[in-house]
């Protein structure tokens, strides 16, 4: 369903305009107003969810497949020569537009590689372990 208060919807399904460079029945792909880098595209479901866990089987599915279709097409297109896939879920993670998103961010050498970082720390095996084990325990019961 989409919600007519929130603005990926609205932008989703062509209620408001948009730099769209690809659309089908479920997605529009559009180009981001603040980009990060030339070409930074959004991938946006027309159905709302607010997140990854929200959006439904059939989406997650399709996404992928999307994603890499404009990301080739940008490569080509734009001559980048790296493309960057990033998803943001919670506000802890920098999700700042309550509607799923994926972002395309093409690359090129020499960039500042500043959207998309962490710090690299080192890993203790037995915190591993216990992370390991955790994650595999709650997997086992999905
Ligand atoms: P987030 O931080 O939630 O993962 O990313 C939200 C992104 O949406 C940002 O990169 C921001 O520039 C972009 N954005 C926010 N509002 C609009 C809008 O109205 N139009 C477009 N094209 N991009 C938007
Ligand atoms: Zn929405």
Known sequence: ???DDCIFCRIANGDIGSNTVYEDED???ILDLNPGSRGH??????????DLFELSDEYCEKL???????????????????I??????????????????MH???????????????????????AQKQIEEAIKSELSKM
């Open 27 to 29: 997605f529009r792909v």
């Open 64 to 82: 992928m497949l999307v994603a890499r279709k404009v990301a080739l097409a940008a490569k080509e297109a734009l001559g980048a020569q790296g």
């Open 41 to 50: 595209m959004l991938i946006l479901p027309k159905e709302h969810a607010d």
């Open 84 to 101: 960057n896939l990033v998803q943001n879920n919670g506000e802890a993670a920098g999700q700042t537009v309550k509607h799923f998103h």
């Open 1 to 3: 369903m989409k919600k």
């Open 104 to 126: 395309i961010i093409p690359r090129y050498d020499g960039d500042d590689r500043g959207m998309v970082n962490w710090t690299p720390h080192e890993s203790d095996p037995e």
